[in-house]
């Protein structure tokens, strides 16, 4: 079983380590934390040195004031010393000192960054302990699916903020101190944006998992159609028929499933493709039907809304690409410029996917396209109106 020492400061570290420590035994980590560990009767730091020996690992949990601990700062610091690994995770948001910038960490911050957070430092723990791949397997085979948890409305209303801030820096607005943490932002969104490969990743691997379910039901539909062949008891041949005709309709709904996935992923891969392009085109485009409007906007107007409408395409294929309608329930990208000239946006969207859109497409995915398109203008009443 990995030993695992936990390092911080108990002032503004102990809730967030209190909650670590309960989940890393779950996992199968043997934990150590001072207010169970420590014994009587000998110096505290003997103890602290004999116990990073014997660990697998050390994970520093940086708070502010754990940051600001000598005693913090003497654990990690003697671990190094003896080649053990030091994993920093963050659970509350503050500016790192510099002899911990370099280090990557794992964000623990909150419900939205904890899930991932956590998994990697799993990944990372049993890396560093040794432990074969297998263990892991057998960590979560019997645990019950919990699904990704991402804030899509915060998501959406981060990107537009920082992007506004980017603006801001590009016309000299943000002093050097503003343009410093901007860009530490940004090097964490860097990072962040690494998730999405892995996202790709498990789609793909998700898919085969379903291609295979198919494969085992339909050789369980065609067992049960020997067997039905083969008995001669009429109580044994109807209820296999009936077996026999739910798994068929089940292979049906699994089928039709994965064709719609398919075919919405092709659709959501071309619209991604072509979103830049896209957005400038009919944004331009539908600001010729309303010459009043169009008119008194500057260069500079005409490009957020055409941005605006990028980012809604965007909404777009992620709705085609995961088969989920609510990112576009949320107000997260304000309207720039009146509705109407969104919805004439939208129409000529549609009509270059009915008319542009590659022949070799199945109708499935022009189909669904086409259904979002419509749900989002439904929605556009929800949004409010950049002034």
């Known amino acids: ?185 940004k090097q964490e969104v860097h990072s962040l944006n690494k998730f999405n490969p892995k996202l790709d990743h498990l789609h793909d691997e998700s898919k085969a998992l379903l291609a295979g379910a198919r494969s085992s039901l339909a050789k369980k539909v065609e067992e049960l159609k020997r067997n039905s062949e083969q008995t001669l008891d009429s109580e044994n041949l109807l209820k296999l028929s009936q077996e026999k005709d739910c798994k068929e309709g089940e292979l049906r709904i699994l089928q039709n499933f994965m064709d719609e996935l398919e075919d919405s992923s092709l659709v959501a891969a071309w619209i991604n493709h072509r979103a830049k392009t896209l957005a400038k085109k009919i944004g331009r485009e539908a600001l010729e039907s309303f010459p009043k409007i169009g008119h008194d906007l500057s260069d500079e107007d005409v490009g957020y809304f055409c941005f605006s409408i990028y980012q809604f395409l965007e909404q777009i294929s992620h709705c085609l690409r995961w088969g989920r309608y609510d990112i576009l329930d949320s107000p997260g990208i304000p309207l720039v410029l009146d509705r109407s000239v969104y919805e004439k946006a939208f129409s000529l969207i549609k009509e270059c996917i009915e008319n542009d859109l590659p022949k070799r497409f199945n109708q499935a995915g022009k189909r669904l396209a086409v259904e979002y398109i419509d749900y989002l203008m439904g929605s556009l009443k929800t949004y409010e109106t950049y002034e």
């Open 1 to 185: 079983m990995p030993t695992i020492f936990l390092s911080y400061a108990r002032k503004d570290g102990q809730a967030a380590v209190t909650r670590l420590k309960a989940e890393l035994e779950q996992a199968g980590f043997q934990v150590w934390r001072d207010i169970e560990g420590m014994r009587g009767g000998r110096a505290w730091r003997h103890q602290i040195l004999d116990v990073i020996y014997s660990a697998d690992a050390v994970v520093l949990v940086l708070t502010p004031s754990a940051v600001n601990s000598e005693n913090v700062n003497w654990e990690w610091e003697s671990a190094k010393k003896q080649d053990k690994t030091v994993i920093p995770v963050q659970v509350m948001t503050f500016d790192l000192p510099s002899n911990l910038k370099e280090l990557h960490c794992h964000k623990l911050i909150n419900e939205q960054t904890y899930t991932l957070g956590f998994a990697s430092l799993i990944r990372d723990l049993f890396a560093t302990s040794g432990s074969p791949d297998d263990q892991l397997e057998k960590l979560f085979e019997d645990r019950p699916f919990k699904p990704l948890e991402i804030n899509l409305d915060q998501l959406e209303i981060v990107n537009s903020d920082l992007s506004f801030v980017e603006s801001l820096q590009q016309k000299g607005y943000l002093d050097e101190s503003q343009g410093a943490k901007f860009a530490r932002i």
